[in-house]
Antibody, heavy 117, light 110 residues
């Protein structure tokens, strides 16, 4: 069974940093690209970032470019999102999602990030 | 990277059919077959229900169907059931390894 479990969310002050993790199991981790997708409270989904199978290629939404950094550790079956210079508008539930053929086919349960003073 | 346009809400009675539209541009929906749809119940993670415009993932009911014409994709749910009440999101590949989601549609089963 495919499982994605996010962790690392919490309350952080504006301008602060946070690192999210996503532990994967139930599939061959090294064979799949991954994304982070977020959802602000009461709002829709927003794609945030992508990483290739090897971890050498990354892409970001304009809204987070230069502030967020995606990475993965294939030895640990884990995905990460380093978030710096956080703003109130980054408040959201952050989901990690597996990419299968240009679709996000499995999602974790999400972790809530709240940016507030 | 503007969000795809979906109606905020739709409703229907049990047994009826409803259609949710998803309008993008020639840079996303109009250019790629990689349009997918997700169902999200309150407090839950999104679940893939349609991919590549009209294909079903394993285990998804064929009451859900998808189509596309030009820059607009559509999701049709036939034989509405109470359990279909949820939020629905479309998503399109937008090139250069980026994706764009719709704003979401709340489906109410009357």
């Amino acid at each position: 069974e495919v499982q994605l479990v996010e962790s690392g969310g919490g309350l952080v002050q504006p301008g602060g940093s946070l690192r999210l993790s996503c532990a994967a199991s139930g599939f061959t981790f090294t064979s799949y690209e991954l994304s982070w997708v977020r959802q602000a409270p009461g709002k829709g989904l927003e794609w945030v970032s992508y990483i290739s199978t090897s971890g050498s290629v990354m892409y970001y939404a304009d809204s987070v470019k230069g502030r967020f950094s995606i990475s993965r550790d294939n030895a640990k079956n884990s995905l990460y999102l380093q978030m710096n210079s956080l703003r109130a508008e980054d408040t959201a539930v952050y989901y990690c999602a597996r990419i299968g053929g240009y679709r996000h086919d499995y999602w974790g349960q999400g972790t809530l990030v709240t940016v507030s003073s | 990277q503007s969000a795809l346009t979906q109606p905020a809400s739709v409703s229907g009675s049990p047994g009826q059919s409803i259609t949710i539209s998803c309008t993008g541009t020639s840079s996303d929906v109009g250019s790629y077959k990689f349009v997918s749809w997700y169902q999200q119940h309150p407090g839950k993670a999104p679940k893939l229900i349609i991919y590549e415009v009209s294909k079903w993932p394993s285990g998804v009911s064929d009451r859900f169907s998808g189509s596309k014409s030009g820059n607009t994709a559509s999701l049709t749910i036939s034989g509405l059931q109470a359990e279909d009440e949820a939020d629905y999101y479309c998503c399109s590949y937008a090139g250069s390894v980026t994706w764009v989601f719709g704003g979401g549609t709340k489906l109410t089963v009357l």
